[in-house]
Antibody, heavy 123, light 107 residues
Framework: QVQLQESGPGVVKPSQTLSLTCSVS??????????WSWIRQPAGKGLEWIGS???????KYNPSLKTRVSVSLDASQNQFSLKLSSVTATDTAVYYC???????????????WGRGTLVSVSS | DIQMTQSPTSLSASVGDRVTITCQAS??????LNWYQQKPGEAPKLLIY???VLQSGDPSRFSGSGSGTNFTFTISGLQPEDTATYYC?????????FGGGTKVEIK
């Protein structure tokens, strides 16, 4: 059974870089054709996709965050990571790591989710 | 980006009622539409994909329909455990986007 677990600081100071890691257990992150993704949710609000990395290493990012976001993959550790630079209070949210699976050509869904981790931007 | 407009933002219904949520895409997304259920304090869970395919193991009272720009999610016979927020999400092209969510409560 594949499971995802987020880890990282719960508080980040304004203007600094938010860094989170997602550990994947139960399957090699390199096996299969998946996007490994980050999604966030401010308290009481909806879901916002941040960015993804394919198992081959190619990436895609939300255009509204593209200048500040980087997603990377470490196959040796079976992990993928998120970096979000120049954070402000509006980046305070629960951050989820997820797996995006192609169930038919050009048809994708987010079928696995971590439990989420709350990151607060505060001085 | 493709914008997803979901309505209503919230609803209250009685146990056993039929509940319908709509989701409209800003452009044609064929059937590239998924629905998720998020219970309080939990991560979202995939419920329906390809606009109408129910995830294995989930109750048949949940259903989805539509194609192009207009989609519908239905709960046929609302149960107390269905209290949750439901989100639509389009996957047409590389950039996924979500609807704003519909909070479903029991009256």
């Amino acid at each position: 059974q594949v499971q995802l677990q987020e880890s990282g600081p719960g508080v980040v100071k304004p203007s600094q870089t938010l860094s989170l890691t997602c550990s994947v257990s139960g399957r090699s992150i390199n096996s299969g054709s998946y996007f490994w993704s980050w999604i966030r949710q401010p308290a009481g609000k909806g879901l916002e996709w941040i960015g993804s990395i394919y198992s081959s290493g190619s990436t895609k990012y939300n255009p509204s965050l593209k200048t500040r976001v980087s997603v990377s993959l470490d196959a040796s550790q079976n992990q993928f990571s998120l970096k979000l630079s120049s954070v402000t209070a509006t980046d305070t949210a629960v951050y989820y790591c997820t797996r995006e699976t192609e169930w038919l050509p050009s048809n994708w869904y987010f079928d696995l989710w971590g439990r989420g981790t709350l990151v607060s931007v505060s001085s | 980006d493709i914008q997803m407009t979901q309505s209503p933002t919230s609803l209250s219904a009685s146990v056993g009622d039929r509940v319908t949520i709509t989701c409209q895409a800003s452009q044609d997304i064929r059937n590239h539409l998924n629905w998720y259920q998020q219970k309080p304090g939990e991560a979202p869970k995939l419920l329906i994909y390809g606009a109408s395919v129910l995830q294995s193991g989930d109750p048949s009272r949940f259903s989805g329909s539509g194609s192009g720009t207009n989609f519908t999610f239905t709960i046929s016979g609302l149960q107390p455990e269905d209290t949750a927020t439901y989100y639509c999400q389009q996957c047409d092209g590389l950039i996924p986007t979500f609807g704003g969510g519909t909070k479903v409560e029991i009256k």
